[in-house]
Structure formats: structure tokens, C-alpha cells
């Protein structure tokens, strides 16, 4: 099974404000909530079988399924409706409905579904589930982990709850936390390449970087053209301070990014902060430049850029990116440092202070220059 997960995240940025290695901002809940592809959760199983139904609901409901199969959502939608008014002892349908909505990401729908058929069935187990994701989805994690919890307490082995409570969790920057499901999810379901990528995840953001880069390699011999994994490899070797690794596998995710045509910015903005610290400040430049098209409202991109730009001695172009970085996300420290540095160099002694006075405000023990979010 895949998450595309939203990362969030992508994700260790996906993923807040004081993570180590910028998923888990606005960024990493994006790519968290926003990655979740179909396959991955309960709406990604099979739709529920009626046991035995009256032959012109079972017509209306194959029909339903096989509109269903070939994306016709609203077809499929009218012939569920219809089964459902053929025969409405058969209220398992509103659990086929609710994952035809969550296909079609008509996320209120599907909770109204599982209100409905929740109301008579409180206990059922794919109910729960599907109401966890659909709360999930919706950015609700309190409401997920709830229905979660409730369906773990009666089926304490299932793989995917597991996982999905583990993302409420780092959704909120609670690893610690989403540790336990995630070890439990790789043991339950050990060919899930999401389990381990997220289980890395994990293990990177508590610092165990040997751990991290074990399960983002087992993630790889199961999927072995996963951008993120390579991605998170680089990051780990990074902060153990082993910048030719660390390199190789920002290049290698860059490479599959770009036969994939994925336009996923984390590999370039993370290898164009190696390229800053390795003060290969054109490289960095370059390589930043191509990607701030992708995602223009990047605060990440635009520090990077700015820094590099600072270094080169192109003022006008490093005050503009340093500028846009601090509005994208005023809660960053370094972009007024990196102003403060700027005016100082350029002469104007009084907005120096009055950035570098900011960076002291904002600044987090936790916030290095490559934690920004």
C-alpha cells in the first residue's frame, strides 16, 4: 500500500516551527494532509459486498461499482442512492458511499454517511475507520484520533489504523506519540513501504539518524523510486554532518523527481542549504532559482535563495528574497538575521538593528539554518 502523505510533509519540515528540518510547518501539514493518495487508507478497500439482495438492488449496486471503477463518480453515486432505496435494510451502502466520496474528496458528504450508519452501528469497525480518515483528511485530528482510539480498542491489530493515528500525530508534532503505532504498524504489515518511510520519519525527528537511515533504505527495496526517501536520506546524513552522502541522495531524489515530473521542491531546497553551508553559493542559486515557480510562497525557497544571494554580494536580489521569506512566515528568526547582516554591509546601520533585534525576539534554541519551519 502507498500514502503519499501530508510528508506533510511532508511532511519533518510536511510535517512546525521548531522540527529540525522544516517539514512539519505549513509545509509538512500540507504535504501530510494533502499527500494521502487513494490505496492508502480505508476508502482505499474494497467496496463492502452485499451478502444477498433483492436482484434489481444488486443491478444498481454492480452498476454502481463498476461506474465507480472507471471514475464516473456522480453515475456511481446515483446508482448506490438507488440500491440503497430499493432496499434500505441494506444502510451498507452508505459505507460504499462514504468511500466514494472520499475518492472524490467530497469529504462532508462521507461524514454524513458515517453519522448515518455510525447512529445504528457504533461499533463497526470499518465505520470507524473511514470516520478517522475522513476527520483526518479534513484536518480534524483530534476528532480522528478519537474514532481511531475507538477502533483500535476492537481491532488492536490493524496495520492501517495504526498508521493513520501515528499521522494525527505527527500532523501535531507529537512523535513520541506516533513511535508505538508506527512500530506496530511495520510489524503488522512489514511490505508497506508508508510504515517504514514514516517510521523514519520518526526516528530522524528524535535525532536516532542511524535508525532513520535503516528504515528509509527498507523503504527504498520496497519502492525504489520514492522521492521522499531519498530525501530524508540526504537529511539524515546531513545533520551527522557526512555532506558527500548527504548530496548523493539529494541528487539521486532530484533525478527521480525530475523523470517523474513530480516537482517536489524538498530535495532542491535541502541541497541548495548543503550548497550554502558548502559556500557554493552560484550552485545554490541556480539550483533555488528553477524551483521558486514551483512554489512561490515558500519561505524555505526564498531564505535559501536570499542567503546564497547575500553571499554573492547581490544585495537587491538578497533583500528581496530575506524580505518575502520573513511575510511568508513571520514567525522565522533567520530571515532577519540574514537582513541584519544584509544592512550592515549595505550601511543602513538603523534597519540592521531593528532586524537583528527581531531575529533575538524569535529566535528558538531549536531553530538552526535549516529549521525554518
Known amino acids: 500500500m502507498t500514502v503519499a502523505i501530508p510528508d506533510c510533509s511532508s511532511s519533518i519540515r510536511e510535517v512546525d516551527a521548531a522540527s529540525r528540518v522544516f517539514r512539519l510547518s505549513s509545509f509538512h501539514c500540507r504535504r501530510v494532509y494533502g499527500a494521502?493518495?487513494?490505496?492508502m487508507l480505508f476508502s482505499a478497500t474494497v467496496f463492502g459486498q452485499l451478502a444477498s439482495v433483492a436482484p434489481?438492488?444488486?443491478?444498481?449496486y454492480d452498476l454502481a461499482q463498476r461506474f465507480?471503477?472507471?471514475?464516473?463518480?456522480?453515475?456511481?453515486?446515483?446508482?448506490?442512492?438507488r440500491a440503497l432505496a430499493l432496499d434500505p435494510e441494506r444502510d451498507e451502502i452508505l459505507l460504499d458511499l462514504a468511500?466514494?466520496?472520499?475518492?472524490?474528496?467530497?469529504?462532508?458528504?462521507?461524514?454524513?454517511?458515517?453519522?448515518?450508519?455510525l447512529a445504528t452501528h457504533p461499533e463497526s469497525r470499518p465505520a470507524l475507520g473511514l470516520a478517522g480518515e475522513v476527520k483526518f483528511r479534513q484536518k480534524d485530528s483530534a476528532a480522528a484520533e478519537q474514532y481511531l482510539l475507538r477502533m483500535l480498542e476492537l481491532s488492536p491489530d490493524d496495520?492501517?489504523?495504526?498508521?493513520?493515528?501515528?499521522?494525527?500525530?505527527?500532523a501535531d508534532g507529537r512523535w513520541d506519540l506516533a513511535r508505538p503505532h508506527l512500530d506496530r504498524a511495520v510489524l503488522l504489515s512489514p511490505n508497506d513501504e508508508e510504515n517504514h518511510y514514516w517510521r523514519g520519519r520518526c526516528l530522524l525527528e528524535t535525532a536516532h539518524y542511524d535508525a532513520a537511515i535503516a528504515e528509509f533504505r527498507r523503504t527504498l527495496a520496497l519502492r525504489p523510486d520514492y522521492v521522499k526517501a531519498y530525501d530524508n536520506l540526504g537529511v539524515c546524513y546531513d545533520q551527522l554532518q557526512k555532506p558527500l552522502l548527504a548530496r548523493e541522495n539529494y541528487l539521486k531524489a532530484i533525478e527521480i523527481d525530475r523523470r517523474l515530473g513530480a516537482r517536489y521542491v524538498w530535495p532542491y531546497i535541502n541541497l541548495g542549504s548543503l550548497l550554502n553551508h558548502m559556500r557554493r553559493y552560484q550552485e545554490a542559486v541556480d539550483l533555488l532559482s528553477t524551483v521558486v515557480p514551483w512554489d512561490p510562497d515558500s519561505a524555505a525557497i526564498r531564505y535559501h535563495l536570499g542567503r546564497a544571494r547575500l553571499a554573492l554580494r547581490q544585495y537587491d536580489a538578497a533583500e528581496s528574497d530575506l524580505l518575502?521569506?520573513?511575510?511568508?512566515?513571520?514567525?522565522?528568526?533567520?530571515?532577519?538575521?540574514?537582513?541584519?547582516?544584509l544592512y550592515k554591509e549595505t550601511g543602513k546601520t538603523e534597519e540592521s538593528r531593528r532586524h537583528l533585534q527581531a531575529f533575538v525576539r524569535l529566535a528558538r534554541p531549536s531553530e538552526g539554518n535549516r529549521s525554518l519551519y
Not at 494521502?36 to 490505496?39: Q, Y
Not at 496495520?159 to 505527527?170: E, N
Open 159 to 170: 496495520a492501517i489504523a495504526h498508521k493513520l493515528l501515528a499521522l494525527c500525530y505527527t
Open 99 to 117: 468511500r466514494l466520496h472520499i475518492r472524490g474528496n467530497s469529504l462532508d458528504e462521507a461524514e454524513q454517511n458515517l453519522r448515518e450508519y
Open 68 to 81: 465507480m471503477q472507471a471514475g464516473k463518480f456522480r453515475e456511481a453515486e446515483a446508482e448506490f442512492l
Open 36 to 39: 494521502i493518495a487513494a490505496g
Open 56 to 60: 434489481d438492488t444488486q443491478r444498481h
Open 324 to 341: 518575502r521569506a520573513s511575510q511568508l512566515d513571520p514567525t522565522l528568526a533567520l530571515p532577519h538575521y540574514q537582513l541584519g547582516r
